[in-house]
Structures are given as C-alpha cells and as structure tokens.
C-alpha cells in the first residue's frame, strides 16, 4: 500500500532548466512533508520540507509547492546543475505508534546535462 | 558532525544465516530506525525504535526483528536470509523534538544467495 506516489521515475533536464517532480498522497493525517536528496553512496539527506498550513517554501534554488485540497505537493529545482544529479524522495511524515514515521515516495533520479 | 555509522558497507551471506547489521548513532537521538531500499519501491520502513529496548514494527517487518540494549546502537536481524531479502538497508536516527529530520547512514548493501 503506497501512500505516497512520486513521479517521474526519472528526469532529465538541461543545465539551466527547471526540474519539476510531484508528489500526491492520500492520508489527510499526514502533517509533515520533506524532501530528501541522494547522492550515490550515500544516505539521503534532508533538503527541505513544509508543512500544510503553508502552500509555498523556498530555500535557495529550492522549492517545494503544496496543494492541501489536491492532496499533492511538488519539488522545483531552478536552475539545475550537474551538481543536482541525485535520486530525490518525496516523504510524508505523521505520528504513529510511539514516534514519529516517514512514509517515503518511490523516487527520482534526476540527471542534469551540462 | 553528526554521525550515523553502519557497521558494513558491503555484505554477501548464503540463504539460510542468521544476517546482523549493525547502527551506531553519536547524536544521543532517541529515535531510530532501519529502512529498506529498492528500485522503483523508495524507501520501507522495517522497524522503529524510540528509546531503549522499545521496538515497533513498521510497514514490512516479516523476517526480521531489532535489537537496542544502548541508546546508540539500534542492530537489524534477519533470523533466517533469504534471497528476497536482498537490498540496501538503511539506519536513520532522529530527536524527537527537533523538527522531523532523520539522520541516515551511509546505508549496506546485501546481498543473500
């Protein structure tokens, strides 16, 4: 049972270009939604994250777009460099049981051609 | 800088072995937790742990069970691997009060055949 459905699977984007994956959920219990970025070889790490109350985050090159009423929210990375090359995740966060748990989207892998 | 250290990177056992990862964490985070990886599925939650000798199961916990005697060292066991069991396993850590951003280690990739 996937409760969060990330697409595309895969992204190629030009250097300069604008990467855009999205992500849609269907537990209105979720209240937390990061992204986190992958390099190969490495664990993911966090990149940026919002919550619901808010529709728009932006940090840097970075970011995260947020329709409460879709149930959907997207990544935009401007500007896209080869540095950018990863797998990014979308997750969704709620308290379950005795801590809080992050339920993952299936992936991206973006590439960035210079 | 913080850490989160899995004891192995790389890791090829035969079906039928008593498999044990290891996760060490230096942030004094009460949280953590193992995750399995695979290409196209992102990332499983296996089980969870919130303080000492405190385990949940999470989404995918058949075949495996945890062990945390010390706050920072959070063991994933497989009783008996098998080939599906092959994956990339993840450890993460979290406080519980600082805003919901796991920690992850670096991840071991095993493989059962």
């Known amino acids: 049972q996937q409760q969060v459905k990330q697409s595309p699977q895969s992204l190629i984007v030009q250097k300069g270009g604008i990467s855009i994956i999205n992500c849609a959920y269907e537990n209105t219990a979720f209240d937390y939604f990061p992204w986190y970025q992958q390099f190969p070889g490495k664990g993911p790490a966090l990149l940026i994250a919002?919550?619901?109350?808010?529709s728009e985050k932006k940090e840097g090159r970075f970011t995260i777009s947020f329709n409460k009423s879709a149930k959907q929210f997207s990544l935009h990375i401007m500007d896209s460099q080869p540095g950018d090359s990863a797998t990014y995740f979308c997750?969704?966060?709620?308290?379950?049981?005795?801590?809080?748990?992050?339920?993952f989207g299936s992936g991206t892998q973006l590439t960035v051609l210079p | 800088d913080v850490k989160v250290t899995q004891s192995s990177r790389y890791l090829v056992k035969r079906t039928g072995e008593k498999v044990f990862l290891e996760c060490v964490q230096d942030?004094?985070?009460?949280?953590m937790f193992w995750y399995r990886q695979d290409p196209g599925l992102g990332l499983r939650l296996i089980y969870f742990s919130y303080d000492v000798k405190m385990k949940e199961k999470g989404d995918i916990p058949e075949g495996y069970s945890v062990s945390r005697e010390k706050k920072e060292r959070f063991s994933l066991i497989l009783e008996s691997a098998s080939t599906n069991q092959t994956s990339m396993y993840l450890c993460a850590s979290e406080h519980p009060r600082t805003g919901f951003g796991y920690t992850f280690g670096s991840g071991t990739r095993l493989t059962v055949v």
């Open positions: 919002i919550r619901p109350d808010v």
């Open positions: 942030m004094d985070h009460e949280n």
């Open positions: 997750a969704a966060s709620m308290v379950g049981g005795s801590a809080r748990q992050l339920t």
